[in-house]
Nanobody, 120 residues
Framework: VQLQASGGGLVQPGGSLRLSCAAS????????MGWYRQAPGKRRELVAA???????NYADSVKGRFTVSRDNAKNTVYLQMSSLKPEDTAVYFC???????????????WGQGTQVTVSS
């Protein structure tokens, strides 16, 4: 299983970015997909997540600014980030809890990080 993230970059404060993450491989089902981030010197933290039924949860710091969505047919999760602030600067990691065809139990999977830098 691979989680391939894309969409990071440099943006000015107040700007927007959209991250995408596609899961591929012998996937049986995906329970939860989402995004974490880690800033230098800080712990990795949950940004937003969405479960298969569509329920979402967000970090308080991003509520009202970020939107997580999911395309189940494409095994892809998106993070639309608006009104970005310098404190949103971090490496963003895609995460999924999924079961594969070979291992029917659900496990955690991580994508490679993508850098988001908010700076003027």
């Amino acid at each position: 299983v691979q989680l391939q993230a894309s969409g990071g970059g440099l943006v000015q404060p107040g700007g927007s970015l959209r991250l995408s993450c596609a899961a591929s491989g012998r996937i049986l089902r995906i329970n939860r997909m989402g995004w974490y981030r880690q800033a230098p010197g800080k712990r990795r933290e949950l940004v937003a997540a969405i479960v298969s039924g569509g329920s979402t949860n967000y970090a308080d710091s991003v509520k009202g600014r970020f939107t997580v969505s999911r395309d189940n047919a494409k095994n892809t999760v998106y993070l639309q980030m608006s009104s970005l602030k310098p404190e949103d600067t971090a490496v963003y990691f895609c995460h999924a809890i999924l079961a594969t065809v070979d291992l029917s139990l659900e496990y955690n999977y991580w994508g490679q990080g993508t850098q988001v830098t908010v700076s003027s």
